[in-house]
T-cell receptor, first 113, second 113 residues
């Protein structure tokens, strides 16, 4: 019973393509997040949704668009992929936006060639 | 602009000895601190946290110490076990919530049998 799951685990694609990463949590949490871990190993928040509403939107290119069809899902769509988008993307969830503990998915390693 | 710094990329200790992982921060608005542990090909998992109103929090073999005046925290693992070998991330947030966690680059701990 995976608490936070992401698909796919690995994604290799060419520059200019559009791709999506899916995330689902079965913890009943209200808040979900997307993080990016780049080649320098920094883990940085990109977006946060609380009950399907966007509450954090860091400085991320418009090519990245999160979508939350319900509070258990937060998908990340990326348009016109660039080489610099290559990274590991982690989804996470927490009980609510003020919770002190986030549960992370296993990550999706995106490689743009 | 690294607000959370983990200056030691790696640490190696013998089984049974103490592991001390260090973290420094620059943002005086941070008032909640967390440690996450990450195994390869998995997402980070929450380990222990501390509020700025405390200077110590203990959970089994894990103790986190906070020195607000020095803007420094440390994680002590006693006794260290081979299963503790992982990357440890320090994270911080403002105003008591983990809505926006700022992570350090991580320290890779290796515990040798």
């Amino acid at each position: 019973d995976t608490a936070v799951s992401q698909t796919p685990k690995y994604l290799v694609t060419q520059m200019g393509n559009d791709k999506s990463i899916k995330c689902e949590q079965n913890l009943g949490h209200d808040t979900m997040y997307w993080y990016k871990q780049d080649s320098k190993k920094f883990l940085k928040i990109m977006f946060s949704y609380n009950n399907k509403e966007l509450i954090i939107n860091e400085t991320v290119p418009n090519r990245f668009s999160p979508k939350s069809p319900d509070k258990a899902h937060l998908n990340l769509h990326i348009n016109s992929l660039e080489l610099g988008d290559s990274a590991v993307y982690f989804c996470a969830s927490s009980q609510d936006s003020g919770s002190n503990e986030q549960y992370f998915g296993p990550g999706t390693r995106l490689t743009v060639t | 602009d690294q607000q959370v710094k983990q200056n030691s990329p790696s640490l190696s200790v013998q089984e049974g000895r103490i592991s001390i992982l260090n973290c420094d921060y620059t943002n005086s608005m941070f008032d909640y601190f967390l440690w996450y542990k990450k195994y390869p090909a998995e997402g980070p998992t929450f380990l222990i946290s501390i509020s700025s109103i405390k200077d110590k929090n203990e959970d089994g073999r894990f103790t986190v110490f906070l020195n607000k005046s020095a803007k420094h925290l440390s994680l002590h693992i006693v006794p260290s076990q081979p299963g503790d070998s992982a990357v440890y991330f320090c994270a911080a947030s403002e105003e008591g919530g983990s809505e926006k966690l700022v992570f350090g680059k991580g320290t890779k701990l290796t515990v040798n049998p």
